[in-house]
Nanobody
Framework: QVQLVESGGGWVQAGGSLRLSCAVSGSIFGINFMNWYRQPPGKQREWVASITSGGSTNYGDSVKGRFTISRDIVRRAVYLQMNSLKPEDTAVYYC??????????WGKGTLVTVSS
């Protein structure tokens, strides 16, 4: 089992920055992807960014160039640095990890509100 706890959400004005953190505990054996997703109010959950076990990163088009995903293996954490925030970035942000074989684990989310 893997447990994920997100933190760092809050309220910020447009143009501002926030850094989300995700603490990972439990068995991390076989984790090959660490991801951030988000769910805007009234909309479906969408993928934001991923980092592989090898450190390669990928981003959704809407956040490319503004968000940066990173990880700290020693601290067992994954981060999402969000810059130049826009009102449309308002969402509950979720951390997830995927094991080799496709098993997925999710955190409970942290709310980010960006005001115009």
């Amino acid at each position: 089992q893997v447990q994920l706890v997100e933190s760092g959400g809050g309220w910020v004005q447009a143009g501002g920055s926030l850094r989300l953190s995700c603490a990972v505990s439990g068995s991390i054996f076989g984790i090959n992807f660490m991801n951030w997703y988000r769910q805007p109010p009234g909309k479906q959950r969408e993928w934001v960014a991923s980092i592989t076990s090898g450190g390669s990163t990928n981003y959704g088009d809407s956040v490319k160039g503004r968000f940066t995903i990173s990880r700290d293996i020693v601290r067992r954490a994954v981060y999402l640095q969000m810059n130049s925030l826009k009102p449309e970035d308002t969402a509950v942000y979720y951390c997830s990890v995927q094991r080799i074989g496709g098993e997925n684990y999710w955190g409970k989310g942290t709310l980010v509100t960006v005001s115009s």
